[in-house]
């Protein structure tokens, strides 16, 4: 009965150290979000754009505003302003409060935009790194008006944390950007 212990022990021990065991891999949070519709806002501004239908929008009585976001905890402040005769004056003061981040963010990326068709131009900044705001953007018709904005998250900055919140907001402000339409002076 012993020599039957010792072999039975023996072969479980072979058997048993024979397969590898490997580490799992490590998990990672996969957020999906709802694909949006997007509905046209028009206000007594001399502006209208399309907004996401999971974003609500409120406008001060200088036709600046927000478009919040409540299941993202995520807000983009937007202003607006009337050009007279100052909007190389305007345009270096939006891009000065977007190079305040160069302290704090790794990289600064600017997408120009142009319609030419709705007189829009624009710009989008994306800013990486552990900053305030991770996206800007401005857009005017180079006479008149001139439309910018910032989007924030209700959390400390942490950008490999929102990440995939910031992507998805970053095509709302682009639709938003794509669909902005400049009324006309009276």
Wanted: hydrophobic letters at 35%; one cysteine or more.
């Amino acid at each position: 009965m012993k020599n039957f212990s010792a072999v039975f022990f023996l072969t479980f021990i072979l058997v048993a150290c024979g397969k590898e065991t490997l580490p799992k891999p490590r998990p990672y949070l996969k957020l999906q979000y709802p694909v949006p519709t997007y509905q046209k806002i028009e206000s007594k501004c001399a502006y209208s754009f399309e907004i996401s239908n999971l974003a609500n929008i409120n406008f001060n009585k200088n036709c600046s505003g927000s478009i919040e976001y409540p299941q993202l905890k995520a807000t983009i402040y937007f202003t607006y302003r009337d050009v007279n005769s100052n909007l190389d004056e305007i345009l270096k003061e939006v891009e000065k409060l977007t190079f305040e981040h160069t302290i704090k963010a790794d990289v600064i990326n600017a997408m120009p935009y142009e319609n030419f068709e709705r007189k829009v131009y624009g710009k989008l900044y994306n800013i990486e790194g552990n900053v305030a705001t991770n996206i800007q953007f401005r857009a005017t018709d180079s006479l008149n008006h001139v439309l910018s904005g910032a989007l924030y998250f209700y959390t400390r900055p942490n950008y490999d944390s929102i990440v995939p919140a910031v992507k998805y907001v970053e095509k709302d402000i682009i639709h938003l950007i794509e669909t902005l339409e400049w009324k006309k002076q009276q």
